[in-house]
C-alpha cells in the first residue's frame, strides 16, 4: 500500500488549505482513512477519520467545524478541507489507512501511513 499526500505549504492565517491523499495497492473502498498532524516538539495527534463509504466520519475535539474529510472512492482519494487555518494548525498532516472499513481515531490501528504534507500558517 502506498499513500501520497499533497496539498500542503505557506498559508496565510485565516485562509484554507486542502490536503489530499492518493492512494493504491489495494481496493481502496474496503478501508477507512484518517487523517494526523504532528506539530514540532509535538506528538501525533487524530484529526479526522471518515469510513469506507464516506458517510460516516469521526473529528477531534479540536476542529471546531474548520475541518472536513472527505473521499472519492473512484479516484482512490481522501482529502481534509482546513478553513479558518490558525498558526497553532501549522503541523505536518498524515493520512493512513485504518485495517477496516471502520473509522477509529487510534493511531495504533492503522496500519499504512503516508509521508506527511506540511502546513505552514503565518500570523
Known amino acids: 500500500v502506498q499513500l501520497q499526500a499533497s496539498g500542503g505549504g505557506l498559508v496565510q492565517a485565516g485562509g484554507s488549505v486542502r490536503l489530499s491523499c492518493a492512494a493504491s495497492g489495494r481496493t481502496f473502498s474496503n478501508y477507512a482513512m484518517g487523517w494526523f498532524r504532528q506539530a514540532p516538539g509535538r506528538e501525533r495527534e487524530f484529526v479526522a477519520a471518515?469510513?469506507?463509504?464516506?458517510?460516516?466520519?469521526y473529528s477531534a475535539y479540536f476542529m471546531e467545524g474548520r475541518f472536513t474529510i472527505s473521499r472519492d472512492n473512484a479516484k482512490n482519494t481522501v482529502y481534509l478541507q482546513i478553513d479558518s487555518l490558525k498558526p497553532e494548525d501549522t503541523a505536518a498532516y498524515y493520512c493512513?489507512?485504518?485495517?477496516?472499513?471502520?473509522?477509529?481515531?487510534?493511531?495504533?490501528?492503522?496500519?499504512?501511513w503516508g509521508q506527511g504534507t506540511l502546513v505552514t500558517v503565518s500570523s
Open positions: 471518515i469510513d469506507e463509504t464516506g458517510c460516516a466520519t
Open positions: 493512513a489507512q485504518a485495517p477496516s472499513g471502520r473509522v477509529t481515531g487510534n493511531s495504533r490501528e492503522y496500519a499504512y
